[in-house]
C-alpha cells in the first residue's frame, strides 16, 4: 500500500527509523531489525533515497578489531524534511475522523505516526 | 568458518565485482553487515539479500541471462521451423526464412542497442520481449502452413481440390518468403526505435498503445481465426458481414488507435506538468497508433496462423471449425461422385492455409491505415482544437491539480501496492521535486515521460 506521498510503506518505514535516528549515522543491521525488512528488501530502498538526495552514506573510519568495515546511513537535510512530510501525510488518514486508519505494515511506522 | 563457507563468502565478493562500480559499495555493505547476523539461518537469510541486490543491480548477469534465453528460443524455433522432408516448392524459402529471421532478431537489437541505446524502462523491456516471443512463435507456425499450402495430396479427389485452391503455379513461394521476411524486419526495427531511449516515447504511451492493441486484436481474431475468408465460418459466427462481432471489429480498427492516442497524449502532458511541444506530443500519439494496430495484426495474425495450424494437425478442431454444413470452392466444383469426406476435410485445411495470406495483409495495412487515420488525430491534438487534445490539464477537468498519477518506475521499481515485502522494495516513487540538476542529466520524471537526453 503506497501513502499520498508515494513512498511505500516498507520505505516509510525506513524514513521514521532514520528519522528517529535524527542526525545519527546508523548501519544496515539495525535499520533492518527496527524495520523488521530483510537485507534483499532494505538495500533497494536505501539506494533509491541516497540516489534521490534524502540518505547519505558513507564507511566507518575506525572499524571495530576483528569486524570489517560499515556502511553508514542518515537522512540529509532534503531527507529530513521530506520524510517528515511523509510521516505526517501517512498520518492523516488516521487521524481524519470517520475515515478507516490505514493498515501500518511496519511497526517503525505506526510508532512513527503515534509520536 | 568451514572450508566451503570461506569459499562460498569468497565466491560472492567476487560476484560483487559484477555490479556496476558506483553500486559496489552497497553489495560489500550487505556483506560487511553480515558479520552482525548470528550465525546460521539470519546469517544465510541476510547473505542471501545480497545476492538479490546482485542479481538486481548486475546489468552484466542481466545481459548474459536475455542472450542465453534467446539463443535457445532461437535454436528452439529454427529447429521447429526448418522444413522436413518431403521437400516442395516452399522449402528453399523457408529455409532463407528461418536463417534470415534469426538473424535479424539477433543482429537488429545490437545495431539499435548502439545507436539507440538499450531499452530502460519496465513497458519497453517487456514489449520487446513480447515482441520477440511473439516473432519466434510465429516463425515455425508461418513455414508449416505455408509448406502444407505448398505439398500436393496424395488422393486424386484431394489434388483436384489442391489444384483448385491452391494451384502452386499461380503462387510464388519466393514471394510468400520475402513477405515473411518484410513483415518481421519492419515490425522488429519499428518495435526497437519505439523502445529505445533515443525516441523518446513515453512508457505510458507504450502501455496504452500495446494494451488497445492487444484488446483489438483479440476482437478480430474472434470475428476471423482463419482469416477473413467469407469461405470460411467460424463456429460462433453465423458468416454474415453484418454480423455484430463483426462490426464492432471493423469499429475498432479504426478506434482503438485512436483511444490510444488520446489516453497517451493525456499522460503525457499530464506527467510532463508543463506545456510540451506539440511535436513531441504528436510523437507520442502517432506511436501509440501505429503500435496499437501493429500490436492488434500481430496478435491476430500469429493466433491465426496458430489456429489454421492447428486446425490442419488436428481433425477435432476441424471438424469443430467447420460443422460440415457447407462445401468449400474446391469441393463444389468436383462432381458428385469425387465429394468424399476426406475431400471436404482436405478442402476446409487448405483453404484455411491459402487464406492466411490474409494475415500478412492485416500486418502491412492495419499499421498503414492507421498512420494514415493518426495523421489527424494528431494534427488535432497538436493544435489542441479537438476533444482529443486535453492541452496541460490533467485528466478529471478543472480544479487544482491532484497527485501526480503512478506511471510503472522505469527501473523496474514498484509504488507498493502490496504487502509483499519484496514485490514493495524497489518502490520509492517519493517527492515531486528533483532538486538541482546537473546539466544532462535525466530525471526519473524525464524519463517517464520521454524527454530525450
Redesign the interface.
Known sequence: ??D????????LAVLAALCAQQSQWC???AL?RQTG?????????????AD???VE?C?QDEPQPG?????LYRLTA?GLA?AA??LAGAAEPAAKPGTRAARP?SGAVAQAVQQ | MSGLGRAGAAALRGATRLVPAD?R??V??????A???PPGLRRL?????????IA??AVVVRRIGGTLLFAVAAVAAGRAAWPGSPATVFTPAARVNVITTVLLLAGLPLLARWFLGPPDTRPARWLRLGCYATLLALLPVVNAVEQFSYTPPRGSAELRVYLLVADPSHRSPGGAGIVVLVVIGLYLAAILWMTSPRSGIAPATLVAGASAGIAFGLVMYTVAPLGLSQDATNPWLPGSDVDPLMVLAWLMLFSCPVVASVIADRRYTAASGSPVPAGDRIRQTVTAALLTSMTGALFAGGAGFATTLAMVREAWLRDWLYHGQHLLYGVQNLSADLRTLPAIAYSHEITGSVDTGVFFAMLIIFPVMTAALNVWVALSVASGDTAAGHGDQRPGGGGPPG??P?PDLPDG???????D??G????????REP?PREPGQRTEQDQLVGIPR
Open positions: 500500500m503506497s499520498r506521498s508515494g513512498f511505500s510503506a516498507q520505505t548501519h544496515g543491521y533492518a525488512l530483510k537485507s534483499g528488501t532494505l538495500y533497494p530502498i536505501l539506494i533509491r533515497l534521490r538526495g534524502l552514506a564507511w569486524r570489517p568495515r560499515r556502511h532534503d521530506v512530510a511523509a505494515t | 553500486r559499495d552497497w560489500e555493505a550487505v556483506w560487511a553487515e558479520a552482525e547476523a537469510a541476510w547473505r542471501a539479500g545480497g545476492v538479490r541486490l538486481r543491480e497527485p501526480e503512478a521499481g514498484r509504488s507498493a501496492v502490496t504487502d515485502y519484496a514493495l522494495a524497489a518502490g520509492v516513487p517519493g517527492p532538486g
